[in-house]
């Protein structure tokens, strides 16, 4: 809020380079905003494809996870009014192996009714299949909501 009031007194006070600069910032701010939000709905989708893989089988809880964790991202990850996403696919990719060991970590309390550590969760699981398979979940939603 202070961005926008400091915002306000450029524009008034006619310094547009430093409107400029304000307008950038926020920018900025909005995208790392998104950025967050669908890095928390990457973990939960990873934490619901690694219990799935290591326990090989699923819940309709863990679908409805999946399904939703992939509905937010799609939704904000993409830019309505100019259109295209703000995470591509390679940072989507860099993304989902930075929010794999939180997954992972909180996988390990809930499969197996938390029975086992994190490293014996992994071991039950092959890491790069769950990533890649998180990736071609969210592109094949991306895709759909194009259509």
């Known amino acids: 809020m202070e961005e926008l009031l400091e915002l306000r007194r450029c524009i008034e006070e006619q310094r ?10 926020l920018e900025e701010m909005s995208r790392e905003d998104k950025i967050n939000k669908i890095y928390s709905y990457t973990v939960i989708l990873l934490l619901h494809l690694i219990k799935q893989e ?10 409805f996870s999946i399904c939703n964790s992939l509905d937010q ?15 591509h696919s390679e940072e989507l990719h860099e993304l989902l192996r930075e ?7 909180r996988a390990a309390i809930e499969a197996f009714e938390g029975q086992f550590a994190e490293d014996r969760i992994e071991d039950k699981i092959d890491p790069e299949h769950v990533i890649q398979e998180a990736f071609r979940l969210i592109q094949e939603a991306l895709s759909a909501r194009k259509k």
């Open 99 to 105: 929010a794999y060991p939180l997954a992972l970590k």
């Open 16 to 25: 547009y380079p430093d409107a400029l600069l304000l307008i950038g910032e």
């Open 73 to 87: 991202i799609v939704i904000s990850n993409t830019r309505r009014k100019a259109g295209g996403v703000y995470v």
């Open 54 to 63: 290591a326990e090989q089988r699923s819940t309709r809880s863990w679908e």
